[in-house]
């Protein structure tokens, strides 16, 4: 699977197009606010969303979805952990941090641990990664040593757990069991911020 970077919104958001080169589906991971960019992107590849995978609730990473999903002109899954269904509901974590958000749609697929996701014939295992949010999930696709990790971790830092439904256990612990142990080389594609890999945290990050 292709996977294109984009940078979006005021929180500086890593979108993440993942693209079947074969057929040209392709599904967008946490779409931010913007969305007329991954549209354009869409049009420019010339392939066609056919999912929107969130890796968790929180507003900034979802604000594209209700957008994304209007201006398609086909019918598109959006698929979310059903433990963070309440926060989805609840303005995505916004008003806790004093902002106002409406989300104004409905995830149409609940993700499980260990469920296979397909985009053609590439596949990408859903691991849920609770700690940062309850129903966090993680994309794992092992064939290309990539890792979408949302907020889990990040180059040099861990996600934040001060927010409805965080828990600093819970997060090391997901880190150190579903995050870790996972090759060497792969690579961490993060919420926020560059890229890293297993072993770069391992070796460097202050907060394991
Ligand atoms: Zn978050
Ligand atoms: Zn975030």
Redesign the pocket.
């Known amino acids: 699977v292709d996977i294109i970077t984009l940078v979006l919104g005021p929180l500086e958001n890593n979108t993440y197009l993942l693209i079947d080169p074969d057929t040209k589906n392709a599904a967008v991971v946490d779409p931010s606010f913007g969305h007329q960019e991954v549209l354009d992107e869409v049009a420019r590849l010339g392939v066609t969303i056919k999912a929107i995978w969130l890796t968790?609730a929180?507003f900034?990473?979802i604000a594209g979805v209700a957008g994304l999903a209007r201006d398609l002109n086909t019918e598109v899954e959006i698929g979310l952990h059903h433990d963070d269904l309440e926060l989805w509901q609840n303005g995505g974590?916004a008003p806790a941090l004093g902002y106002n958000f409406e989300v104004g749609i409905q995830p149409t697929r609940f993700f499980e641990d260990g469920q296979t996701l397909w985009l053609g014939n590439n596949q990408l295992n859903v691991l849920h990664a609770p700690g940062?949010?309850r129903g966090?999930v993680m994309f794992h696709a092992a064939v290309e040593k990539a890792l979408l990790c949302?907020?889990v971790i990040f180059a040099g830092s861990i996600?934040?757990t001060d927010?409805p439904g965080g828990d600093t256990g819970t997060l090391l612990n997901t880190i150190r069991t579903r995050v870790l142990n996972l090759p060497p080389d792969t690579r961490l594609m993060s919420?926020h911020g560059p890229e890293s890999t297993v072993e770069q945290e391992q070796r460097t990050n202050p907060f394991l």
């Open positions: 968790h929180h900034d990473h974590g940062h949010t966090h949302g907020d996600g934040r927010l919420g």
